[in-house]
């Protein structure tokens, strides 16, 4: 078992834990209402006994009116059958609570299985350690996608901004490369207007991303710096400074 592995199936059994209590302490709150909706049909079952005796008693009687006998039994199974009704409304939330406990039990305990079966034990120390080291990893993950989202957010060369994608970044060595031989094109700035492309201009665009990426590269590393000495490195927010402003259309 790996030690992500091993935490993984910790952090379940922690997460899974309260919610197993709230549902069986859910499931305990709702006895006093079940018991009185009981206690409630057990009262009507008896009257409802008693009525189909009375009435059994009086059929026997030859000749006798067993009118009111058979009414006051029609009367109590009414009553029975609706308090067997509310028996069931009242244990249909308990039952609901109790199953969706016992499901969670039963993944706590494949967890805890798999944790007694994996051949790895950490210590609360070292699972922390762990833990902090995966976190400080995806938060590396994460800025080094900002820091490739920000070197395509276009370079400024005087008061326009110019294209800074993989795409335009070929085109724009090229241009580099061709020197003084550059045809004077009408090449699309950031803002949709178009500015005619020279020597100087391409040698500005070149220069200007290759120092964004400087920039971005740097603001990337001081966050990584950070990330590595916090705490706490998933709180930490590394996108609203350091980094080198783009293009806002």
Request: proline fraction near 3%.
């Amino acid at each position: 078992m790996t030690p992500q592995l091993y935490l993984k199936l910790q952090a379940q059994i922690a997460r899974q834990t309260p919610e197993a209590e709230a549902l069986e302490a859910q499931s305990a709150a709702l006895q006093p209402a079940i018991d009185s909706a009981q206690a409630w049909l057990d009262s009507c079952q008896a009257s409802h006994d008693a009525a189909q005796a009375a009435l059994t008693e009086a059929q026997a009687v030859e000749g006798a009116d067993t009118t009111a006998q058979q009414d006051a039994v029609s009367a109590a199974s009414t009553t029975l059958e609706s308090a067997k009704t509310d028996l069931a409304k009242a244990k249909a939330p308990q039952d609901d609570a109790m199953a969706h406990a016992k499901q969670i039990r039963a993944a706590m305990a494949q967890c805890q299985e798999a944790l007694d079966d994996g051949g790895l034990t950490l210590t609360e120390q070292e699972a922390a350690e762990y833990a902090l080291t995966q976190d400080r990893a995806t938060v590396w993950a994460r800025i080094k996608w900002h820091r490739d989202m920000c070197k395509s957010e276009g370079v400024k060369v005087g008061d326009k901004w110019f294209h800074s994608d993989a795409d335009s970044r070929i085109q724009q060595l090229a241009l580099v490369m061709i020197g003084a031989n550059v045809p004077p094109v009408a090449w699309k700035t950031m803002d949709g207007t178009f500015i005619t492309m020279s020597q100087a201009l391409a040698g500005q665009i070149f220069q200007a991303t290759a120092a964004r990426d400087m920039a971005v590269f740097a603001a990337a590393e001081q966050h990584r710096a950070a990330v590595n000495a916090s705490a706490d490195p998933l709180a930490y927010s590394f996108t609203a400074t350091g980094w080198p402003a783009g293009y806002v259309g």
